[in-house]
């Protein structure tokens, strides 16, 4: 072999030939072991975070779903609510009238009761007072006349 002394930046002997032999295998094997493995674990990294995402996004629409279902049944709930409030307002509505009529018979019958014993009371009061009057018109008569009344 022949050693060029030339000087210069570059020099093409068999020391290129052996680098350049020798930086392909360096680049086979950095690959077989560094690269294609990082590039698989990067691989299944990005699935492994395109399958979150799709599953958040799944669980999202999931959710969506749900709350318009709740706000259905939420609806049909109040509306439920709604009618059974409105029927037990009329029933007690209906069982207040029910008892005011009854207080009212009740009280027409104490007046009427009450009116009758007034009645009677004064119809005895009345009685009494003129038998009372009568006597003390008597008992006047008496004393004015200075005589007793024939009876």
Known sequence: MHIISNIAL???NETLFI???SFLIFLFLINRIMF???QETI???????NGIASGIESSKNQLLEMEKNLKIHE???IKEASKHKNGLEEDGTRLAKEILDESRKEILGIK???QQSIDSQISRAR???KNESVK????????VLDRRLAQ
């Open 127 to 129: 009685t009494e007072i």
């Open 19 to 21: 680098q350049l032999i």
């Open 10 to 12: 570059i020099t093409i």
């Open 136 to 143: 003390l018109a008597e008992l006047i008569m008496e004393k």
């Open 36 to 38: 294609k493995p990082l």
């Open 43 to 49: 691989q299944q990294r990005e699935e492994h975070i």
């Open 75 to 77: 609806a049909a709930t």
């Open 112 to 114: 009427q009761e009450s």
